[in-house]
């Protein structure tokens, strides 16, 4: 079974530059989070999904942060104008139902 | 301050040792909890989950939960040099994640030669 997958797996970016995350939930997750992770911290929600609902977003920055999930499948988290304390990793998990959710490998940002 | 707090923050462990890990809500409202371990590039993956009182084993994992307390401890016996990684603790409102897992800021856990 493939797991959950992110792209790209690193970025690069100048202070206001826009960028975007791709995820690929395993097949027949209804749930897609978000998570950011600072160097050496714990992962922090941003947002999660069940289907195409918004759940809860209350700890997307709303100004620069957007994060879709269109059809309940692939979603998007997006950053208008990238700031240095972006400098992250991007975190996407999915679950079904009472399961654990389940990791990407995250993509890594860079903000210079 | 972080509902979710973890200590200690690192842990030198011999092979062969026990390693002990801590976890405490200040939240009442996390009832349900998760161990998740982090290797190096990799994003967490989970452990185990403890819902009531008392001891989960599984393998060399041991996790306890006091729910009076809202403390929960993960116990790795025999470690290994595989076993060098972060290590979250998870908390959840509810058992069914009708709310997602807020983190702890993690342990890391470093073997050493005996």
């Known amino acids: 079974e493939a797991g959950v997958t992110q792209s790209p797996r690193y970025a690069v970016l100048q202070e206001g530059q826009a960028v975007s995350f791709w995820c690929d939930p395993i097949?027949?997750?209804?749930?897609l989070y978000w998570y950011q992770q600072p160097r050496d911290q714990g992962p922090q929600l941003l947002v999660y999904?069940?289907?195409?609902?918004?759940?809860?977003n209350s700890q997307l920055p709303s100004d620069r942060f957007s994060a879709v999930r269109p059809k309940g499948t692939n979603s998007t988290l997006k950053i208008q104008s990238a700031k240095q304390g972006d400098t992250a990793t991007y975190l996407c998990?999915?679950?079904?139902?009472?399961?654990?959710?389940?990791f990407g490998e995250g993509t890594r940002l860079s903000v210079l | 301050q972080q509902k979710v707090q973890q200590s200690p923050e690192s842990l030198s462990v011999p092979e062969g040792g026990m390693a002990s890990l801590n976890c405490t809500s200040s939240?009442?409202?996390?009832?349900y909890f998760w161990w998740y371990r982090q290797h190096s590039g990799e994003g967490p993956k989970a452990l185990m989950?403890?819902?009531?009182?008392g001891d989960k084993k599984e393998g060399r994992f041991t996790a306890h939960l006091n729910k009076a307390s809202l403390h929960v401890s993960l116990h790795i016996r025999d470690s290994q040099p595989s076993d060098s990684a972060l290590y979250f603790c998870?908390?959840?409102?509810?058992?069914?994640?009708?709310?997602?897992?807020?983190f702890g800021s993690g342990t890391k856990v470093i073997p050493c030669l005996p």
């Open positions: 998990a999915s679950s079904f139902r009472n399961q654990a959710p389940l």
């Open positions: 097949s027949g997750h209804d749930t």
């Open positions: 999904f069940r289907d195409e609902a918004v759940i809860d």
């Open positions: 939240d009442r409202n996390f009832q």
């Open positions: 989950s403890i819902f009531s009182d």
């Open positions: 998870a908390a959840s409102e509810h058992r069914g994640f009708a709310s997602a897992l807020t």
